[in-house]
């Protein structure tokens, strides 16, 4: 167990509607990632958030954004969902400091079904 | 786009057999690191490797990493039935902070 946890563990919905993913960083870790995972695939960096800001962002497209609060956790939002958000989506935590960061420890996910 | 890449895609193996995946990757890194997972849960680190190294060891698992060809490998030795899942190694890049994965090697260890 690595203490992170991610809610729900499983969600549908519909194309069109708009969802909230959230995420409860490991005690003393300041910094959340995530990450998308389509099925069968490795998983693919949505972005970064240290001390409440964006940290970094991978190649996806506005209507993914993201919150972390001042106790490091954090929310993902996905609006106008597609068929292609079908994945499990996963949150990663982190201590950084002035060197960056290192290892990543990984909350369980959410499998987002959308139909 | 997936910065590292997996060879084989999938591994099948007698228990007690040695399993070793292979990894390339596209730009210089900082570090290249290991995760496991089981039925598509959430990601399990097994081991990080710096760009300074050429090798590690953790328990049944050896990394190795070759700068130069922008490749690493894992072995495990003397697999377990429990060793099955899907292996994915991943690049960090301190610029951008970011850590990206290749698309894994399923390894099946038959008891």
Same mark, same amino acid.
């Given at each position: 167990? $690595?203490?992170? %946890? #991610?809610?729900?563990?499983?969600? &549908?919905?519909?194309?069109?509607? /708009?969802?909230?993913? *959230?995420?409860?960083?490991?005690?003393?870790?300041?910094?959340?990632?995530?990450?998308?995972?389509?099925?069968? #695939?490795?998983?693919?960096? =949505?972005?970064?958030?240290?001390?409440?800001? !964006?940290?970094?962002?991978?190649?996806?497209?506005?209507?993914?954004?993201?919150? /972390?609060?001042?106790?490091?956790?954090?929310? +993902?939002?996905?609006?106008?969902?597609?068929?292609?958000?079908?994945? +499990?989506?996963?949150?990663?935590?982190?201590?950084?400091?002035?060197?960056?960061?290192? %290892? /990543?420890?990984?909350?369980?996910? $959410?499998?987002?079904?959308?139909? | 786009? /997936?910065?590292? !890449?997996?060879?084989?895609?999938?591994?099948? =193996?007698?228990?007690?057999?040695?399993?070793?995946?292979?990894?390339?990757?596209? %730009?210089?890194?900082?570090? +290249?690191?290991?995760?496991?997972?089981?039925?598509?849960?959430?990601?399990?680190?097994? @081991?990080? &490797?710096?760009?300074?190294?050429?090798?590690?060891?953790?328990?049944?698992?050896?990394?190795?990493?070759? $700068?130069?060809?922008?490749?690493?490998?894992?072995? @495990?030795?003397?697999?377990?039935?429990?060793? $099955?899942?899907?292996?994915?190694?991943?690049?960090?890049?301190?610029?951008?902070?970011?850590?990206?994965?290749?698309?894994?090697? *399923?390894?099946?260890?038959?008891?």
């Amino acid at each position: 167990e $690595t203490g992170v %946890t #991610q809610s729900p563990t499983h969600l &549908i919905k519909t194309r069109g509607q /708009q969802v909230t993913l *959230r995420c409860s960083s490991q005690s003393g870790h300041n910094t959340v990632s995530w990450y998308q995972q389509a099925l069968g #695939q490795g998983p693919q960096f =949505i972005f970064q958030y240290y001390r409440e800001e !964006e940290n970094g962002r991978g190649n996806f497209p506005p209507r993914f954004s993201g919150l /972390q609060f001042p106790n490091y956790s954090s929310e +993902l939002n996905v609006n106008a969902l597609e068929l292609d958000d079908s994945a +499990l989506y996963l949150c990663a935590s982190s201590f950084s400091d002035r060197m960056g960061y290192e %290892t /990543q420890y990984f909350g369980p996910g $959410t499998r987002l079904l959308v139909l | 786009s /997936q910065q590292g !890449e997996e060879d084989p895609q999938a591994l099948s =193996i007698q228990e007690g057999e040695n399993a070793t995946m292979n990894c390339s990757y596209k %730009t210089s890194i900082n570090n +290249l690191q290991w995760y496991r997972q089981n039925s598509g849960r959430g990601l399990v680190h097994l @081991i990080l &490797i710096r760009s300074n190294e050429r090798e590690k060891h953790s328990g049944r698992l050896r990394v190795t990493l070759d $700068t130069s060809k922008k490749s690493s490998s894992l072995l @495990i030795t003397a697999s377990r039935a429990a060793d $099955t899942a899907s292996y994915f190694c991943a690049a960090f890049k301190a610029a951008g902070n970011k850590l990206t994965f290749g698309g894994g090697t *399923r390894v099946l260890v038959k008891p």
